[in-house]
């Protein structure tokens, strides 16, 4: 299901797929009414989506994405063998039921002709996503559109966004239910009230574009890089053995300040999700918890206990461990002990705040926004700047949430244009997908582009690539563009050699 094409309503309309007409003219049984289906005149509306039979044409409802406001999402998610709604989160403006059940009718009629409808997008910049996870539940993405960046490949982005969401979605499912749970349904009425629990992790990964975190798109741990490791680093690992574990981590506003080794070893979803589970938690306001976990690639099928801990507002710590030891006796034994005479150093790493680099880093300050991956440990460091160098009688430059859209837009365009992009384990259909959509001259040769920039009205950006990390930055649009390969080569040289990132 790589090649663009359209899908012809009357073919559909003729099948028994589903069992509702996607015609959206009557809401009888396939089959059971010999009415032709409606002239293109009467259509009200068109979805433009992936070739899934032999016809072209448009196909039926009305685009969700004209019932979704814009810039909003809807995830729904469904049994997969009967279309069985579970849950469905995101836009406050839920859609129709009719809508729900054509969406899912449709993805029926393409797999009953051997096809497997994966995404389309509609003329609003909006798009659809469907995937089924273990044979048993299907999650289907509504995007309204309003995301901007055409000049970047905003639907590019949009559609990216919207298939990480939905792995990021099943893996929060396994997660916190485990995975023999969602694909042996027994009672769908059961698992409709144990999905509840997922409900502040999923809408939290509905809410991504708020947080300025970007390893939900990167599957790269989101990291801050404090003045001093090793102390940080003696006291994670001291802890995590005092609490008979091997899996210890500290987070600081919400991004990873220094973790044991063997946390570093869990694939980098698990310790993007589990660092979004601890913020869930602690936006709750508990000062300590004790919350079985799955690990949805190591440990799908087997609970872990994980136990954290606020150390300040905005710092703490956590481990995944056994039956041992208790909550009482880990937090009024061991939090004291190691972390009580490390306020000082945690209050410095607060202070770093959401630019992620300590004091020693020294940035030029007409750099907008910067995010540089490891691509040997899958770790990120990601920061947008309000530039103070900006001369009087230029435009005004982009705020700061604009920043990080353009930033993940910048990211999306280079890594499914030219770059490469590294994952554990097989990729995912949708990742499989964008190997066929790369530029022709990079399919033309057998060497990697190094390097990419792209001009537009809001900023310039440069992406750098090595054997060992990737950079991407924005830039006023002011800077001469033959200085963008020195200023991101510089800024690569600067943050090493400063923090051996």
Not at 376 to 381: D, F, G, Q, Y
Request: hydrophobic share 35%.
């Amino acid at each position: 299901m790589h090649e663009h094409g359209f899908i012809d309503p009357r073919s559909f309309c003729a099948s028994q797929a589903a069992g509702v007409c996607v015609c959206g003219k009557s809401q009888q049984r396939l089959g059971q009414s010999n009415e032709p289906p409606p002239p293109p005149s009467e259509w009200e509306g068109r979805i433009v989506g992936r070739r899934c039979c032999g016809n072209d044409g448009d196909f039926l409802p009305p685009p969700p994405t004209m019932v979704l406001p814009h810039g909003s999402t809807q995830l729904l998610c469904l049994t997969a063998s009967s279309g069985v709604p579970l849950f469905t989160r995101g836009a406050s403006k839920q859609l129709p039921f009719s809508v729900i059940g054509s969406l899912n009718g449709v993805h029926m009629f393409g797999a009953g002709q051997g096809a497997e409808l994966s995404c389309c997008e509609t003329q609003g910049g909006g798009g659809v996503v469907w995937r089924v996870f273990g044979d048993s539940v299907m999650l289907i993405a509504v995007s309204g559109g309003g995301g901007g960046g055409a000049d970047a490949g905003g639907s590019r982005a949009e559609e990216v966004r919207l298939h990480r969401l939905l792995e990021n979605v099943w893996s929060c499912m396994v997660l916190v239910l485990g995975q023999e749970e969602l694909t042996d349904v027994r009672n769908v009425e059961r698992l409709k009230r144990d999905l509840r629990s997922c409900f502040t992790l999923v809408d939290r990964l509905l809410e991504d574009r708020q947080e300025g975190l970007l390893g939900h798109l990167t599957h790269c741990v989101d990291s801050l890089l404090p003045a001093n490791p090793s102390v940080l680093q003696e006291a994670v690992d001291g802890f995590a053995q005092a609490a008979e574990s091997e899996f210890g981590c500290l987070l600081v506003r919400g991004r990873v300040a220094s973790a044991t080794e063997k946390w570093w070893r869990l694939a980098p979803q698990e310790v993007v999700l589990l660092s979004a589970l601890m913020r869930s938690l602690s936006a709750s306001g508990s000062a300590s918890c004790d919350y079985p976990v799955f690990l949805p690639k190591g440990s799908p099928t087997v609970a872990h206990r994980l136990l954290r801990f606020q150390l300040l507002p905005g710092a703490e710590v956590c481990v995944l461990c056994g039956p041992t030891p208790s909550l009482h006796k880990a937090e009024s034994a061991l939090v004291g002990r190691f972390w009580a005479p490390l306020v000082e150093t945690l209050r410095d790493c607060l202070a770093i705040g959401d630019q992620c680099l300590p004091g020693s880093v020294s940035l030029r300050p007409d750099l907008l926004a910067v995010l540089l991956i490891n691509r040997e440990t899958r770790r990120s460091v990601s920061l947008v700047r309000t530039s103070t160098a900006h001369p009087l009688g230029d435009p005004p430059l982009p705020a700061g949430s604009r920043c990080w859209e353009l930033l993940r837009l910048f990211y999306v365009f280079s890594s499914t244009h030219y770059f490469t992009q590294e994952e554990t384990g097989s990729p995912s259909p949708e990742e499989r997908a964008h190997k066929g959509h790369d530029e022709d001259f990079v399919l033309g040769f057998s060497h990697q582009p190094l390097q990419c920039y792209l001009v537009t009205d809001e900023c310039k950006s440069f992406g750098l690539q090595t054997p060992q990390h990737q950079l991407f930055l924005l830039v006023p649009p002011s800077v001469p563009s033959f200085a963008l390969r020195t200023l991101a080569s510089q800024t690569l040289s600067d943050i090493v050699s400063a923090t051996g990132f």
